[in-house]
């Protein structure tokens, strides 16, 4: 590497060798003096002969080390230093979600947007300089802790990077890589534009979707009887085409097809019949151009009769949960060792019982919306309160997470123990409330005493989407606990001390649990509509990294070397000139 020099003017000093060669070269004229004796002079050997005359160069060793010397300390305030390239942390944020594996218009299945994204990582990693970080965005950020330098070695990411993930947050992937390393730069590879205009000079954003027509199924659920059941299932169309097509039906071992005729845009609803004791349930659509979002499993889900307690004064309230609990199924109505019970007035709790309480605040009033409905709780699937009068008191305090607000005053509360006992406790005033005579009260009840079945031991939701985490009170004595998942990967659970154990479900599918001798199955779907939705995706890229600090280039300066080696130098200079002279 040639080096380059912070003063450059100061290589003038070479100027200086030339005066301590001419110093060696040339010698001053002597003059000759008679003296009576020479047996006083320490030295008696003769003298060169005077005169301005050139004589051989002599070396002695000093000579060298004063040459050395000065040139070391020329050398030093020129400053002399040179460039390398440095490593720079680059955070690669890879969507996980799985409109990552949409093909292109080509219909080549090697040419989804996972695969070209691949391709721009491996495209960053061919920089020298560039130390990369990676993380997973999916419904939540994961970071892997290695560091990658090269394109080979990247296969911990490739096993892990799946793109079966229902969402992807990218906001918080950024978020979570600003926080990491504010002064690191940042790569994001999806398939969407941003969402918003990206700022500053350490983000570089780069979409690679294909905007396909695509045909989901989106939502499914299903339901189980004595006398049979049923299944309804909706389809999107998310295309500009009518989509016009035959869908898969296999009950059991028996195999059917039913016509598909969906308009640009629209969604289809279907509803399938099921004879009793029907098993599982797989529809599937028609190959396009994302796979994964054609094909659902609905296993059955037979009822489990709850032991439930009506506490309830209110006449009004009482038939309304009468009338809500026998359409939810067929449960029993009791007064000893309930699983559940209902009450509008204070009540000592009971040991292995849910309590829903309807608690009347002072000065309650009448409030219609709108209201803050926390979406994410399985007690509100279904559940919208448009239109749905509530009571509210400002001086009551409900204890638990809020599930439905009105500003900030809670109305509907949850609160769930680490003993496995939960509790529902909503603002309530008969002549002030029209929760009891909405759509959306049977649809509540229904959705609690769910969660209150599943909550028994070795009860649990059949059918759950991707993502999701399946806890489970297992029956006490139970020692060993497998879970398989649908590409055949087995690994062994934990049973806690609590007598309940955890799973991921992150694979379309059906998933087997073993239980010592006990054999369970989960099915597994992606059912996601915004994920779905190929028409937001799109190419291009926003952002870039400053050039200056994108390659960051490293300096190392010599000067501080230099300077100590002349002082050595002149050290040893020294040092030679006093031994001489001692021997002298």
């Known amino acids: 590497m040639i080096p380059t020099f912070a003063s450059p003017i100061f290589l003038g000093g070479f100027a200086a060798l030339g005066v301590l060669v001419a110093i ?8 000759r003096v008679t003296v009576s004796s020479l047996f006083l002079w320490l030295d008696e050997a003769t003298p060169d002969d005077g005169g301005r005359t050139v004589k051989r160069l002599r070396t002695p060793l000093a000579f060298f080390l004063e040459l050395l010397a000065i040139s070391l300390l020329v050398l030093a305030a020129a400053g002399p230093f040179w460039f390398r390239a440095g490593t720079r942390t680059v955070f690669v944020l890879l969507d996980d979600s799985y409109s990552m594996q949409a093909t292109a218009p080509d219909g080549d299945p090697r040419s989804t947007s996972r695969q070209r994204a691949w391709d721009a990582f491996q495209e ?40 079966l993930a229902p969402g992807a947050d990218l906001t918080a992937a950024i978020g979570l890589a600003r926080r990491l390393d504010p002064t690191a730069e940042i790569l994001v590879l999806t398939d969407t534009k941003p969402p918003v205009a990206i700022e500053g000079d350490r983000l570089r954003w780069i ?36 989509a016009v097509g035959e869908m898969a039906i296999r009950l059991d071992r028996q195999t059917s097809t039913r016509s598909l005729a969906i308009e640009p845009g629209e969604i289809g609803r279907f509803t399938l019949t099921l004879p009793p004791e029907a098993g599982e349930l797989e529809v599937k659509l028609p190959v396009d151009s994302l796979s994964i979002d054609n094909r659902i499993w609905l296993l059955p889900r037979r009822p489990v009769p709850l032991r439930v307690e009506l506490a309830v004064e209110n006449p009004k309230l009482k038939n309304a949960l009468r009338r809500a609990i026998t359409a939810a199924g067929p449960h029993k109505i009791i007064t000893a060792a309930p699983d559940i019970r209902f009450t509008d007035q204070p009540r000592e709790p009971r040991d292995e019982c849910w309590n829903v309480s309807f608690i009347e605040g002072p000065e309650s009033k009448s409030i219609l919306g709108p209201f803050l409905l926390e979406k994410g709780n399985r007690l509100l699937d279904g559940v919208t309160l448009e239109g749905v009068v509530l009571a509210r008191s400002s001086e009551l305090g409900l204890p638990g997470i809020p599930l439905v607000s009105a500003g900030n005053v809670p109305l509907i509360t949850w609160d769930q123990q680490a003993s496995g006992q939960a509790n529902l406790f909503l603002q309530w005033a008969p002549d002030k409330t029209t929760l009891a005579e909405s759509v959306d009260f049977p649809i509540l009840i229904a959705n609690l005493l769910l969660r209150r079945t599943e909550a028994l031991p070795e009860r649990f939701q059949p059918n759950v989407r991707i993502g999701e985490t399946v806890g489970l009170r297992v029956n006490r004595g139970r020692e060993n606990a497998m879970i398989k998942s649908p590409s055949d990967e087995t690994r062994p659970l934990t049973i806690l001390p609590t007598d309940e154990i955890a799973f991921s479900c992150d694979q379309p599918g059906i998933y087997s649990l073993s239980l010592d001798e006990s054999e369970y199955t989960i099915a ?31 300096t190392w300066s010599a000067s501080a070397t230099l300077l100590l080696l002349s002082l050595l130098v002149w050290g040893a200079h020294g040092r030679l000139t006093r031994a001489k002279g001692v021997r002298r």
């Not at 989901?216 to 085409?241: F, H, L």
Request: aromatic residues 6%.
């Open 124 to 163: 960053c990693l061919e920089d020298p300089s560039v130390s990369a970080r990676v993380i997973l965005a999916g419904t939540h950020p994961v970071l892997l802790a290695d560091r990658f330098d090269s394109v080979d070695s990247l296969g911990p990411v490739e096993s892990r990077w799946r793109c």
């Open 24 to 31: 060696y070269l040339l010698r001053m004229r002597a003059r």
């Open 207 to 242: 979409a690679l979707g294909n905007n396909r027509p695509n045909l989901a199924v989106i939502s499914a659920v299903r339901k189980d009887g004595p006398d049979g059941g049923k299944a309804v299932i909706e389809m999107a169309n998310y295309s500009t085409r009518k």
């Open 524 to 554: 597994t779907n992606v059912l996601n509509r915004q994920e779905s939705d190929l028409t937001k995706c799109s190419s291009g890229q926003w952002g870039n990294w400053n050039h200056a600090t994108g390659h960051q280039l490293a």
